[in-house]
C-alpha cells in the first residue's frame, strides 16, 4: 500500500468519524428515541439506519452523481422533501412526551428509518461528495467504491450507538415529565435547524 493511499484512508477515517459524530438528523432521532423508548426499541431505527446509508452509498457511488446530472430537477426534489420530512420529524420529537403504557407511540422501525437516507439531505451531500473527494484509483472504480462503504459502516456508523446511549442515559434524568418535554423539545429544535440550514 503506497503512502498516497495510506493518507486517503486515514483522511477518509477522520472524515467519517467527523460526519457520523457531529448533531444530524439521524444523531437526533436516535437521541429521542433512545430518551423516550430505550436501547432496545431503538434498535431496528439503528439498523436501518446502517443498511439504508449503506446501500445509499452504494448507489451514490455507482452512478448517484452521474444521475444527478442528468436529471437535473432531482437534486431539489430529494432537497426539499427531505427537509420537509425532517421537520415533520422535528414536530414529532419536539411534542414527544413519555408513552403511556398501551399508547400507540412508537421509534421509527427497519424500513422507515432505512427509507428515510434517501431523502436525508445531509446524508444526500455526504453520499454523493465522499466518493469525488476521496475517490482511491489505485483499487480501481469498485475497490473505491467497496471501500468507501465499507469506511463509513465500520469506522462511522458505531457513533450513532453513542447517540442512542446518551439519550437513554438522560432517561433516568429524564423521568420527570418536564424534563423530558424540554430534552425532546431542544432536540426538536435541533433537527428543525438542521433542516432549516440545509436551505440557506
Known amino acids: 500500500m503506497d503512502n498516497s493511499l495510506t493518507e486517503i484512508l486515514l ?62 430537477v432531482l437534486e431539489p426534489v430529494l432537497k426539499y422533501a427531505g427537509v420537509a420530512y425532517m421537520l415533520y420529524l422535528a414536530f414529532k420529537i419536539g411534542t414527544a412526551g413519555r408513552p403511556e403504557a398501551g399508547s400507540r407511540a412508537k421509534p421509527l422501525t427497519f424500513w422507515q428509518a432505512a427509507a428515510f437516507q434517501f431523502i436525508n439531505p445531509k446524508g444526500l451531500a455526504m453520499a454523493l461528495s465522499v466518493h469525488a473527494i476521496y475517490r482511491m484509483p489505485q483499487l480501481g472504480e469498485w475497490g473505491s467504491i467497496a471501500t468507501i462503504t465499507a469506511m463509513f459502516l465500520v469506522v ?28 425532546n423539545g431542544f ?5 428543525a435547524a438542521s433542516a432549516l440550514l440545509l436551505l440557506l
Request: aromatic letters at 10%; charged letters at 10%.
Open 11 to 72: 483522511a477518509l477515517a477522520v472524515y467519517c468519524i467527523v460526519t457520523s459524530v457531529t448533531p444530524g438528523p439521524n444523531n437526533m432521532i436516535v437521541a429521542a428515541s433512545g430518551a423516550t423508548f430505550g436501547f432496545r426499541r431503538t434498535i431496528p431505527n439503528m439498523l436501518g439506519i446502517v443498511v439504508g446509508f449503506g446501500s445509499l452509498l452504494l448507489l451514490a457511488g455507482v452512478g448517484g452523481e452521474a444521475l444527478m446530472h442528468a436529471v437535473p
Open 156 to 183: 462511522g456508523m458505531p457513533w450513532t450507538l453513542l447517540w442512542v446511549l446518551f439519550g437513554q442515559a438522560m432517561g433516568n434524568w429524564l423521568r420527570d415529565d418536564r424534563r423530558l418535554r424540554l430534552f
Open 187 to 191: 432536540l426538536g429544535l435541533a433537527t
